[in-house]
């Protein structure tokens, strides 16, 4: 299996890296991928490892440091901080829901290669079950962050009984070079995810490299050789959630930065003071802002605490507990984007020029900000029917 190599702590490895993502972020938009050495140095400074099993090459970090380490590579480029957000938490997913002998097929031959891309919801499906497996044949999934670095894949399917009614959700890895990759993300922003849709034609996927998505959302996991450590027993749909929200605030942590730098520059037009940083207007801006963003990162971070302790105590977070998560989440995401909109109000209108920074931040965070997981309106209101006494409308947490 892997040898786990001696690691900084990713946190201080992605803030060393923001300066140079930065200056690769306009290239990433062109070439509409994560640039080849980016890649390089995010696997050599474990950022696609961090919650991998320790005995498959991994570190077997909590979901702190690993939101932490988001949202630092997230402040230098909106595109690379959601491929290691995604392709990182993809390691958690596959490491609790698929059993040893997937682990070991999967890992058992050069494991610092291997990097997940994947999506959980089709848009087309015609699965039939055969011996010792399911035959896919045809599938279609869209938005498969990471498609164009991934080794393997993880993908969901339905599975209905005859009268055509759902009756369980599967999740299946497949090696990525049994998928055609169709070169369709043309987007607004984060262009450089490589998010295209992938197709399986006639693909065969052994017993043992399917699990039921349904019951690991509630803790039901097939990965009995891990059940020794407490990460995972992590809570999985709230941590892939986490997942798309951490990637903004990095973005917005980024756009302040950017704000306060400008304002020693910035001659003011009709505000009865010779400087932007002089007015009240200003002050008033950039404090909430401020504060939004901060309240933002408290949500996140402590969701991610929250999970953390549970896991510790090697018990799956209950039920209302996870719903709550969704709703935290969908807050913090409102949060940044009034942040967004209150800069952009005190920027005035130099940002519609291109090359301006606070275009790409604008681009960026409104495509993660529209992810149907992170909208603010579907998570309160589901959260509201619990505290209502009535069941919730969302199908997983």
Known sequence: MGQVLKQKNPVE?????????????????????????????????????????????????????????????????????????????????VAESFTEKAHDEIFGEH????????????????VKKVADGYLIEEGIWMFCSGSLHATWGYFGFPIYNEEGVLIDQKLMTVPFKELEIHDDWHTLG???????SVKMTNVFVPDHRITSFSEALNGNFESTHLRDIPLYHSALFPGLILSLGLPGLGVLKNALESFKESLPFRRAAHMGVEFVKDA????AILAEASLKVETAEHYFYGLADLIDAWASKKKYMEREARVKALADIGYANKLLKEALDLLLAGSGSGFVYDGHPMQRTIRDFLTLHSHRSLSPIITLENYGRELSGLQTNAIRY
Not at 111 to 123: D, I, K, Q, S, T
Not at 190 to 196: I, V
């Open 13 to 93: 490895v992605a803030k060393s890296l923001v300066t140079k993502l930065k200056e690769r972020a306009q290239e990433t938009e062109d070439i509409r991928r994560i640039p080849d050495e980016s890649i390089i140095e995010l696997k050599e400074g474990g950022l696609f490892t961090m919650l991998r099993p320790k005995r498959y090459g991994g570190q077997e970090l909590n979901l702190r440091t690993y939101s932490e380490a988001v949202v630092e590579i997230s402040r230098g480029c909106a595109s690379t901080g959601w491929i290691v957000a995604l392709c990182a938490i993809r390691e958690l997913m």
């Open 190 to 196: 984060l262009r450089g995810t490589g998010s295209n």
């Open 280 to 283: 009240a207007s200003t002050h």
């Open 111 to 126: 494991p610092e290669e291997v990097l997940f891309a994947g999506v959980y919801e089709p848009r087309k499906c015609i």
